[in-house]
């Protein structure tokens, strides 16, 4: 039996409260230490063994109450997998008589459907990443109204998830002016415009966060880039170099820098920061470049090998086809060249190039496609000019930065 902890009544096993009181029976029994204290009166003077069995009965009591829920939300959790598939049946039949009709394109229709999920998907995790930059701002506020930051960052980051991103921008732009020295909403600002492609606006406040974060890796790379292509190479070699200091696995750093020191003649010194970025991303752009850049140095057989590499990996690299078609040229394989030739203008025929190389049979008639920028003669657009491919590289590099990155390399 079991004896209520409040009244004493006797009760029997199965019961879970008690007949006389109607209080909740916790499991007690007649201890050696409560016979000792004279039985029931015991009840009076509890001890450790009655306090070690009260909470085992409060915990078997949750345990029992989680067990009833878990067993609902199975229940539940079945319910909607069962519903889930009668609907994606009706849909799938719908579909298909649809597509018998010729009223839909099922294989169409589908790629839509993912397409629109990935969506969603995309959606809620840029508004996570959104809210965590927001949680680091506040967190990094010197200022005096953190009310009104924290207002003006709120509406910016709500026009930002709305698409409306160019009137929330000037929200961030507000807030900064509450805390000026805010190196994390100076390099979230200064982030965007780069990534718009505004680089004078980008600079501007990426400096503000260099400033403040001496170490922000990701915003020295950013004004590398920046200063590299508006011809002010030496600053643009310091902010790389010290990128590099910082990472010595930079993609962008070494890529910059390699293309910087092409356009300043130092072939070999940019070849050896070109291989290092090949390593770090063997891609048929990188294999192009590198490959380019061997040809530019003399060595037209290292140069052969990267370009076909890069061709092996992307048959539809165009550039890459015509450059080879240069090297068989000058090594008097005509046949070999025309068929290079040829297939690169057949995958652009836009390419007045490829239409005079197809008339060529004198490779000192032919030029190769400009990559590399001299800043002798201009020393603007010096690391993103080029291949269209080469550009959206580097932007990749630099732009595929999650918001836990730049927050360890704070704390860093």
Not at 10 to 32: A, W
Not at 246 to 266: C, N, Q, V
């Amino acid at each position: 039996m079991i004896i209520c902890q409040k009244c004493t009544h006797k009760n029997p096993y199965d019961r879970e409260s008690c007949v006389q009181c109607g209080t909740r029976l916790m499991l007690i029994t007649n201890t050696r230490t409560a016979a000792a204290y004279g039985g029931i009166e015991s009840l009076l003077r509890p001890t450790l063994e009655e306090h070690l069995l009260e909470r085992i009965t409060a915990l078997e009591t949750a345990l029992m109450r989680t067990q009833d829920r878990l067993e609902i939300m199975l229940e539940l959790l079945h319910r909607q997998a069962t519903s889930g598939l009668y609907d994606h049946a009706m849909i799938d039949a719908l579909v298909e008589h649809l597509s018998e009709r010729g009223a839909v394109e099922g294989g169409k229709l589908e790629i839509l459907w993912r397409d629109r999920v990935a969506e969603h998907y995309e959606e809620a995790s840029e508004k996570d990443k959104l809210e965590k930059v927001l949680e680091l701002m506040l967190g990094d506020f010197g200022g005096d109204n953190i009310d009104l930051f924290a207002r003006l960052l709120d509406t910016g980051a709500d026009l930002f998830l709305e698409g409306n991103a160019k009137r929330g921008i000037r929200y961030f732009e507000k807030a900064l002016v509450l805390d000026p020295a805010n190196a994390i909403l100076a390099f979230f600002i200064g982030e965007h415009f780069f990534r718009i492609n505004k680089p004078t606006l980008a600079q501007l406040y990426l400096e503000r966060a260099i400033n403040k974060e001496p170490e922000n890796h990701l915003a020295m790379l950013m004004l590398g880039v920046i200063c590299g292509d508006n011809g002010e190479l030496d600053l643009a070699k310091n902010y790389l170099t010290r990128a590099l200091k910082l990472k010595k696995d930079s993609f962008t750093a070494h890529y910059g820098l390699g293309r910087i020191l092409a356009s300043e003649g130092k072939l070999r010194e940019a070849i050896g920061h070109l291989k290092q970025a090949l390593r770090l991303k063997p891609t048929p752009e990188m294999y192009y470049l590198v490959g380019r850049a061997y040809l530019d140095y003399g060595r037209a057989e290292v140069a052969m090998r990267h370009l076909r590499r890069c061709v092996d990996l992307d048959p539809k690299f165009d550039a890459a086809l015509y450059h080879l078609g240069l090297i068989y040229l000058k090594q008097n394989e005509t046949l070999l060249a025309q068929e290079h030739f040829q297939a690169a203008h057949d995958l652009n025929p836009r390419e007045p190039r490829y239409r005079v190389a197809l008339r060529t049979r004198k490779a000192a008639s032919l030029t190769p496609l400009p990559v590399f920028g001299r800043a002798a003669v201009s020393n603007r657009k010096v690391v993103t000019s080029g291949d269209v491919r080469l550009v959206e590289l580097l932007r990749s590099d630099l732009l595929d930065v999650n918001v836990e990155g730049r927050k360890s390399q704070k704390r860093g």
